[in-house]
């Protein structure tokens, strides 16, 4: 046992590793090729959707190793000291899975509580929730990080619910009294989110206060500039009750336009760039749900609902 202990754990270790690794590497090919054949998506993309669980695998086998080679040389009483603590641990992440599936389902109730009011917004918060994650990728967010900035999208237009629907599809420009009250939303979302425990870290996201892009100051989360920028992408690229869906190229050049001005310049080329290297087509003559069928082909627009035309009123 002397021996074992002082001599043989490093060579074990590494002998433990190397299998745990070769392991993983075989289960992680067969995986990603059934996945390909079946799904049929680009292998870089489920590649970068599950290399993070396929990571989190090699410490686990690596115990395994350990753990059976301890059984073999102390004997089932040792199994104790170690089962425990991992049946502890067991029950905690479980826990935390209960919180987060409320959390989820707490965020799904108020979409579809929006999603009935506003029929264009049926989608429009997953799609605004789907760039941004777009951006956090290509700006390496780490997972506790992009679940912030996943609900921050999701929830950014709760405020909605307090607007009156003729002025959320108005297809005129607002008269000032109208841009008021439009406005208003913000506060609400503001004040909603911080209510919600688990939702007040990212209450900042839903005011164009903290949304337009301020250079020079590190202080400022970026966050929402992300989710700004996506919910601008989406509402160019979407038709509305006062505008056709613009082309793809269109909302890009805008973005750039704007970059450093109104938009945060690196989080606009993040978005480019990541639905560039996917080959992703959205905007005029690539829409999947048009709600709007009788809209302008072009218009002035709501102001305050992420219109670039009148965002900067």
């Given at each position: ?26 289960y ?84 579809q ?33 992009m679940e912030?900035l ?24 607002l ?93 606009v ?6 639905i ?38």
């Amino acid at each position: 046992m002397v021996s074992w202990v002082g001599a043989e754990v490093p060579g074990f270790l590494a002998s433990s590793v190397t299998s745990a690794i070769a392991y993983t590497g075989s289960y992680a090919l067969v995986f990603l090729g059934v996945s390909h054949m079946t799904a049929r998506g680009r292998f870089s993309d489920l590649f970068r959707a599950t290399a993070p669980s396929l990571v989190q695998q090699v410490p686990f086998a690596v115990l395994g190793f350990f753990i059976g080679r301890l059984y073999l040389e102390l004997g089932a009483g040792v199994m104790l000291l170690i089962v425990v603590p991992i049946l502890i641990a067991r029950e905690m992440f479980a826990s935390y899975l209960r919180v987060k599936e409320a959390h989820d389902e707490t965020v799904k109730m108020l979409i579809q509580a929006l999603e009935k009011k506003d029929r264009y917004t049926s989608g429009h918060s997953e799609r605004v929730a789907k760039y941004a994650q777009y951006i956090g990728e290509e700006m390496h967010f780490g997972p506790a990080r992009m679940e912030r900035l996943r609900f921050a999208a999701l929830m950014h237009d709760i405020g909605k619910l307090v607007v009156p629907n003729h002025l959320l599809n108005k297809p005129g420009k607002l008269t000032e009294d109208e841009f008021r009250r439009i406005r208003i939303h913000e506060q609400v979302s503001v004040q909603m989110l911080s209510n919600i425990e688990f939702l007040a870290p990212i209450a900042g996201a839903a005011h164009s206060d903290n949304t337009r892009f301020v250079p020079d100051d590190p202080k400022r989360p970026i966050e929402p500039y992300i989710v700004m920028i996506a919910d601008a992408y989406d509402a160019m690229t979407s038709t509305r009750a006062y505008r056709k869906a613009l082309p793809q190229e269109v909302a890009f050049q805008e973005l750039r336009d704007k970059a450093g001005v109104q938009f945060h310049p690196d989080c606009v080329e993040a978005l480019i760039r990541a639905i560039e290297r996917r080959g992703e087509r959205h905007g005029a003559g690539y829409e999947e749900h048009q709600e709007f069928e009788d809209a302008p082909e072009a218009g002035v627009g709501s102001a305050g609902l992420g219109d670039l035309l009148t965002s900067e009123a």
